[in-house]
């Protein structure tokens, strides 16, 4: 998939798709109806439960077809219309379907100049794909991210709006890929203030399985 | 000079050094919520003095404009009991080069949370909103948990404490869009709308969340009242630069040894926060600029820095801004006309698309500087981005045209040769005649 | 009063007014896409910029503050400020792209980024010559482009419903459109999808855009972007008169324009009426023109074979001439003006027959309170209002069957296609039928059949369902000559400064028919009856003058706008 700037062309969705979710599937759970009515209870009106509610379709069926969001839309009561242009403005709702793991590789501003790109490229080149692209097993998406927050322990990427990556190398790229093709999720990693580290000798969390330090980025190869 | 005073000792506070201090029960039992018990069952504190209060203490918002807490939590108008009122705390951290909220979020959670109730009871407020960026989903995860725990502690929501003081806090989701951030956008998100910037006036104090009195806070800034209500504003205004006073997380990434979130007062000298605490250039490489906080600061050259300090008055003197202090420091091998054209690529991504100049502009800039990365850029194609950035800053709804305009006009003004360099001899300069080439 | 100051020159102000909208009240020419006085503000183009500064004022004191010559001090704002999101406050001073070098750069500055990708289709695109962006970008624009990038390619020739079709590429995000179906029409049908620069507007998957409002969108958007499937590519802008009258579809009389070309109405659009329909006209009443085109009757006939216009007359006359006045029936319509009416009436009284009756056309369920209405004629209230009142099919039915009526006088309707009875069970009685149509089901049992001129041919009054009287004016003409037609009809500049010897003079598509007003004094001159009048303004003198419910109506207080009329009780 080449850059939009180089191919600048917007798509139309099909506008009279065929719908991918069973009938009998399409429906929340009496609990997922529940905790939807609780997010509703906390905003003076259900519409600012859209969002959340658009989350947990998506964690429930992988990615949100028409149907999807019509359900939602449906169960907090507010036009199908909203439902979709909020889901179709933000970039974290899948409009179609992804691999198992979106591989969301960040590539701006302190990761483009700790080798946010080359990291990409590994990837890309390892999975054979493009950014925006999906792997013949549909079991990776790799992506181009935008600051994800965690610009002092760069490059770093994200795993299917999920756990983070810190402080990315080839080695760990490779052992990662390893570990998802088996299903094994990397734990939540909890990064150590350098104050911490001087001051208690580590992390202060003694409830985290996995810590890492702020370390220097590695010299980027290349910057786009 | 330094206005952090004696900086290599300085104990921290926002995130002091105590081993699981996001727990609870570690919180509480290191003072936390105190300040709130204080003001709720004391006769000392009501809703003006707590203002009072953080107005004396100097505090300046820490989302990036650095607008006046107490000032800001002044404007909202007099109660009225049928009128809701509501209070944001911008947890969206998406600046690129800014990642000390989520660190805050993760190892002090109650203090935001305490934070928020405190400014709720001084605003006279019966919800909270913290908006979250929807890829910290494990943070929210964490932070929603803390929260549970501290409303089954009674800390949050009925008759906090016993008081008459009732107060909820909801923890909102985002889902990946960096306008969020963006105080009025971040209402709209919350409607359940597209997240599309709304312009001023009204300002949320007038016309907020669904159209009621609501007050925007970056949730640093709030973390910082416990502070304030226990020490007292005086003590807060002695730390740092007395002009914009306080701790303050710095955020330090890029080519220095050891990156990172740290915690130091304001007005710390940046060669002390790049070659002291951030453990010098990475690789003994020489430092070539500084971006001071957050992509749309103006870069500074390094021959740029001396004697600056991270505080507002010194960064503008300098010819930058304080933003969210998150700082990325570059090195002598650092393609600025690359560099230059990630950024703009990202305020492309991120323009939210209604108005015409910040729609059309950033994609403009990002097409003019893609072009001169690749070596196919003309000179005149410099003048043309100083030319856009004229026409997409003061002109649209809100700031993120100007925030995607200010780098390429100070990158491009500080590193003019750098970008000339890239682009095609003009044929003037080559000695070429025109008239027969 | 509170002042405002705009260019140098002082307005003075009521209450709380938007700057824009002030602006444009008064004569200044302001450039604008996004603000449309019917909807939220989002002040999303940039394109309204103007500088606005405000006394400056002594901060102990709240005095204003005043140079050495006594002038107030005025501070401008720091950033230009969009006025259509601006409220006017006493004191203010304005500059806009008149006085303003800032201003006028400002607008060429967002008008320059408005064409970088933009497809700049204008030979092909229906909008051309009444485009918004076409006339600010030619009139406050740049000169040329320094856009060298691929444009962003967007979907094009999307049917965004049946009626309404999407270039993606044309559109600017103004977001009217979407905002019409949030705040106006409440269909909640369109969307803007994506972000940023790939922003457009959409239906939601399986959605249609099918409202039975959405053609309003096209007329809103300030460029190409949502044209009419019906009309598209159909007839440029200039090529077309256009008349302002009102909507013959259904009782609203919503205030709209009829576009002719080569004597044929080429499409409906709305007209501003605060007092009937706003800014909108719903879709049905755009798309119902086919009658005025299609099916028309070349010239009156007698049992069927085409006659001059004095048989005809004489014909008519002939069939009334001797008739014991109770034994004719004379059928008004709520198709027919009130000018028309008033006449067929008269004409009844002088022949001491019955008062007219009219059949209503209501169809239970159709309105919606708003547009739309039940009835789906447009005079029922001007019948009542003249003492002309509702009869049913079954009643007319039951009078044919009892052999009450020897002649069956029918203004500008059809009982056999209301349901009276079939057109053979007519054949006992004379009919003379003046009709709009050749579909008209009761021009079989026609003796005497007399083309009519429809509302758009004719000049009249209608009164709509909440008792609004208004004038119709000729959208187009008819065979023969007639001067107050002629007078009235709107005109393009072809036509304007044209002669019949000029080529694009036109004279197809005459249809010979003649209007009530001209018919019905015809055939009572043959009769005896005296009925002289000047033209369809006198009858509505007399009118106004002699009926209290028409109390006002004269031609000159209607105007373009219509009066209101006192409520009789009377519901039609
Ligand atoms: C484009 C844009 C993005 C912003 N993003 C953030 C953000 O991610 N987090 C934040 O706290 N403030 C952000 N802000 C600033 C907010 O609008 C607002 O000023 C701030 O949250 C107020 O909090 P404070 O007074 O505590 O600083 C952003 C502003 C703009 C114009
Ligand atoms: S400046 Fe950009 S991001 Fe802000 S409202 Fe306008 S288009 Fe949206
Ligand atoms: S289609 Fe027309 S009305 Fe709708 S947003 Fe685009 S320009 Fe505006
Ligand atoms: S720049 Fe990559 S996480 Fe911030
Ligand atoms: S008309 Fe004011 S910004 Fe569009």
Not at chain 1, 159 to 169: D, E, K, P, R, S
């Amino acid at each position: 998939m080449a850059d939009f700037i180089k191919n600048p062309v917007v798509g139309l969705p099909d506008r009279k798709p065929e719908p991918v979710i069973p009938a009998d599937q399409l429906h929340f759970s009496e609990a997922e109806k529940t905790q939807i009515q609780t997010w509703i209870s906390q905003y003076p009106s259900a519409d600012g439960a859209v969002m959340r509610a658009l989350w947990l379709a998506q964690e429930k069926f992988g990615f949100l077809p028409p149907e999807v969001i019509q359900l939602v839309a449906d169960e907090l009561g507010i036009p199908y219309t909203n439902a979709y242009g909020v889901a179709t403005f933000y970039t974290q709702y899948f409009k179609e379907k992804k691999g198992t793991y979106v591989l969301d590789v960040c590539t701006c501003f302190s990761c483009q100049l700790c080798g946010g790109f080359d990291m990409l490229h590994y990837l890309e080149e390892k999975l054979g794909v493009h950014k925006g692209e999906t792997t013949d097993d549909g079991v990776f998406t790799v992506q181009e991210a935008e600051c994800l927050g965690a610009c002092g322990s760069a490059p770093m990427l994200q795993i299917t709006n999920g756990a983070y990556v810190h402080n990315l190398t080839k080695e760990k790229i490779d052992a990662l890929v390893d570990a998802l093709r088996e299903d094994k999720m990397p734990a939540f990693t909890s990064v150590t203030l350098p104050q911490d580290e001087d001051e208690m000798g580590g992390n202060r969390r003694t409830d985290v399985e996995s810590t890492e330090t702020y370390q220097a980025g590695p010299v980027s190869e290349t910057t786009r | 000079m330094s206005k952090a005073g004696d900086w290599r000792n300085y104990k921290r506070v926002l995130l002091p050094p105590v081993k699981d201090l996001h727990k609870l029960d570690v919180y509480e039992a290191n003072d936390g919520y105190s300040a709130l018990r204080e003001i709720l069952t004391t006769d000392k504190w009501n809703p003006t003095s707590v203002t009072d209060e953080v107005k004396k203490s100097g505090l300046k918002g820490r989302g990036g404009a650095g607008f006046p807490t107490g000032l800001k939590w002044s404007f909202m108008p007099p109660v009225d009991p049928d009128v809701p009122r509501y209070l944001c705390c911008n947890g969206d951290e998406s600046e690129p080069g800014t990642f000390k909220d989520r660190q805050l979020l993760e190892y002090n959670p109650h203090s935001v949370f305490e934070g928020m109730l405190i400014a709720s009871y001084a605003m006279s407020i019966k919800t909270g909103f913290l908006y979250i960026r929807g890829e910290f989903a494990d943070w929210i995860t964490h932070m929603e948990a803390e929260l549970e725990k501290a409303y089954e502690k009674g800390y949050v929501g009925k008759n906090i404490m016993g008081s008459d003081f009732s107060c909820d806090i909801v923890i909102h989701k985002g889902a990946g869009a960096y306008i969020c951030g963006e105080e009025s956008s971040l209402m709209n998100s919350l409607e359940g709308k597209r997240a599309y910037p709304r312009i001023k006036p009204p300002f949320p104090a007038q016309k907020g969340v669904w159209g009621y009195p609501t007050t925007i806070n970056n949730v640093e800034t709030p973390a910082c009242a416990p502070l304030i209500i226990r020490n007292g504003g005086d003590w807060y205004a002695g730390i740092g630069a007395e002009a914009h006073p306080g701790p303050v997380l710095y955020g330090i990434s890029g080519h220095v040894n050891r990156p990172g979130v740290y915690e130091y007062p304001t007005g710390m000298l940046i060669t002390d926060l790049v070659n002291e605490v951030a453990g010098g250039m990475r690789g003994g490489k020489k430092l070539k600029a500084i971006v001071p906080g957050g992509s749309s600061t103006p870069v500074l050259r390094a021959d740029m820095i001396d004697g600056v300090t991270m505080d507002a008055d010194s960064l503008r003197e300098a010819g930058s801004m304080m933003g969210t202090s998150g700082m990325l420091i570059m090195d002598e091998d650092t393609d600025m006309v690359s560099f230059l054209r990630r950024i703009t690529h990202f305020y492309h991504h991120e323009s939210c698309g209604q108005c015409t100049p910040c729609r059309e502009g950033t994609g403009w800039l990002e097409n003019i500087l893609t072009r001169i990365d690749e070596g196919e850029g003309n000179l005149r194609d410099l003048d043309l981005l100083m030319d856009l950035c004229s026409q997409m800053e003061g002109r649209t709804v809100c700031a993120l045209a100007d925030a995607a305009a200010w780098p390429v006009r100070y990158t491009i003004d500080r590193f003019r040769d750098e970008f000339e360099a890239k682009c095609k001899p003009s044929l003037v300069a080559s000695g070429v005649d025109l008239a027969t080439a | 009063m509170p002042t405002i100051t705009i260019d140098n020159q002082t307005f003075e102000f009521e209450g709380q007014q938007g700057l824009l909208q002030f602006c444009l009240d008064n004569g200044v020419d302001l450039p604008h896409f996004c603000y449309h006085p019917a909807m939220s503000a989002p002040a999303n183009c940039r394109q309204c910029l103007v500088e606005v500064g405000m006394p400056q004022r002594d901060r102990a004191t709240g005095e204003v503050n005043t140079d050495d010559e006594g002038n107030p001090v005025i501070q401008f704002m720091p950033k230009l400020q969009t006025s259509c999101s601006m409220q006017m406050s006493d004191g203010m001073v304005v500059k806009t792209h008149r006085s303003s070098e800032l201003v006028k750069r400002a607008q060429k500055d967002t008008l320059e980024f408005l064409l970088i990708n933009h497809p700049l289709d204008c030979p092909i695109c229906d909008q051309a010559g009444h485009c918004p962006l076409q006339n600010q970008a030619y009139k406050h624009g740049p000169e040329g482009s320094r856009f060298e990038f691929e444009k962003v390619h967007k979907p094009k020739h999307i049917d965004l419903g049946p009626r309404v079709v999407l270039d993606g590429e044309r559109c600017i995000n103004c977001t009217r459109c979407v905002r019409f179906t949030r705040e106006v029409s409440n269909s909640d049908q369109l969307t803007i999808i994506e972000r940023g620069v790939k922003n457009y507007p959409m239906t939601p998957p399986g959605v249609d855009f099918d409202e039975p409002y959405s053609m309003n969108v096209i007329d809103i958007c300030p460029v190409g972007a949502l044209t009419s499937k019906e009309h598209r590519f159909k007839a440029r802008i200039w090529e077309m008169s256009k008349t302002a009258s009102i909507s013959t579809v259904g009782a609203k009389g919503s205030n709209c324009y009829y576009w002719v070309k080569d004597n044929q109405i080429m499409k409906v659009t709305p007209r501003t009426n605060m007092d009937v329909n706003e800014f909108w006209l719903a879709d049905e009443e755009r798309l119902a023109y086919s009658t005025f085109n299609e099916n028309r009757p070349e010239g009156p006939t007698v049992e069927g074979a085409p006659v001059s216009w004095e048989m005809a007359w004489k014909a008519a006359a002939d069939c009334l001439k001797g008739v014991e006045g109770s034994r004719i029936l004379f059928l008004g319509s709520a198709w027919a003006t009130v000018e028309d009416n008033y006449l067929l009436a008269k004409m009844a009284d002088a022949l001491g027959a019955p008062a007219p009756v009219y059949l209503p056309h209501v169809e239970k369920g159709h309105g919606d309170g708003w547009l739309q209405t039940d009835d789906r004629a447009p005079n029922a209230q001007g019948c009542e209002r003249l003492g002309i009142h509702a009869t049913s099919p079954e009643a007319i039915k039951a009078r044919l069957e009892a052999g009450e009526v020897d002649v069956l006088y029918v203004m500008e309707d059809d009982p056999v296609a209301s349901g009276v009875c079939s057109a053979s069970d007519m054949s006992g009685i004379k009919v003379v039928l003046h009709h709009y149509n050749t579909t008209n089901q009761t021009l079989e049992a026609a003796d005497v059949a007399i083309p009519a001129a429809t509302a758009v041919e004719t000049v009249g009054t209608f009164v709509n369902v909440d008792g609004h009287a208004q004038r119709l004016r000729p959208a187009k003409a008819i065979a023969g000559v007639n001067r107050t037609l002629s007078m009235e009809i709107g005109k393009c500049r072809a036509d304007r400064h044209g002669t019949p010897f000029d080529k694009w003079y036109n004279e197809s598509n005459l249809v010979n028919c003649q209007p009530g007003w001209v018919a019905l004094p015809a055939v009572a001159a043959e009769i005896g009856l005296e009925m002289n009048y000047k033209g369809p303004k006198q009858i509505m003198e007399e009118v106004s003058s002699s009926n209290p419910a028409f109390s006002g109506a004269t031609y000159s207080a209607m105007g373009e706008l219509g009066v209101r009329l006192e409520s009789t009780g009377v519901t039609a």
